[in-house]
């Protein structure tokens, strides 16, 4: 899942770059953070087996 994850953050990256109209480098680590914050409210309450 990691690597999935991984290419699913640079797409979105991605995405946000072109979305904003401007070329600029994108903090991967940010993205990272961001995406841990949401994907674990996301995962509340829910388990994995």
Avoid: H, M, P, Y
């Amino acid at each position: 899942w990691d690597e999935t994850i991984t290419k699913a953050r640079a797409l979105l990256a991605g995405i946000s770059v072109t979305q904003d109209g401007e070329q600029r480098i994108v903090d991967i680590q940010t993205i990272n953070k961001k995406s841990e914050k949401i994907s674990t409210k996301q995962n509340a309450g829910k388990s994995f087996s």
